[in-house]
Nanobody
Framework: QVQLVESGGGLVQPGGSLRLSCAAS????????MGWYRQAPGKQRELVAG???????GYADSVKGRFTVSRDNAKNTMNLQMNSLKPEDTAVYYC???????????????WGQGTQVTVSS
């Protein structure tokens, strides 16, 4: 089993910052891609930022220049630094990883439980 635990969400004023963290634990042999998704009320879940095992990153246009994703392969953790937050960033943020539990086994997708981010004055 693989477990993901997110932390760091909360209420912040527009222009403020938050740092989300995702910690993966359990039976993990390797982690390929990791990513942060978000889902606002009434909207589809969308990819916010992704990071490959080698550190390559990608961002949604709406967060480029404001959000930074990073990972620590030794600790199986991923962070999302969110700066210059806007009300439209309000959503539940989910951690997603593609992880293999054994050598030679293709990776499966795993999701965290989500953490609420609210940007409001």
């Amino acid at each position: 089993q693989v477990q993901l635990v997110e932390s760091g969400g909360g209420l912040v004023q527009p222009g403020g910052s938050l740092r989300l963290s995702c910690a993966a634990s359990g039976s993990i042999f390797s982690i390929a891609n990791m990513g942060w998704y978000r889902q606002a009320p009434g909207k589809q879940r969308e990819l916010v930022a992704g990071i490959g095992s080698g550190g390559s990153t990608g961002y949604a246009d709406s967060v480029k220049g404001r959000f930074t994703v990073s990972r620590d392969n030794a600790k199986n953790t991923m962070n999302l630094q969110m700066n210059s937050l806007k009300p439209e960033d309000t959503a539940v943020y989910y951690c997603n990883i593609y992880a293999s539990q054994r050598l030679g086994v293709p990776p499966d997708s795993y999701w965290g439980q989500g953490t609420q981010v609210t940007v409001s004055s």
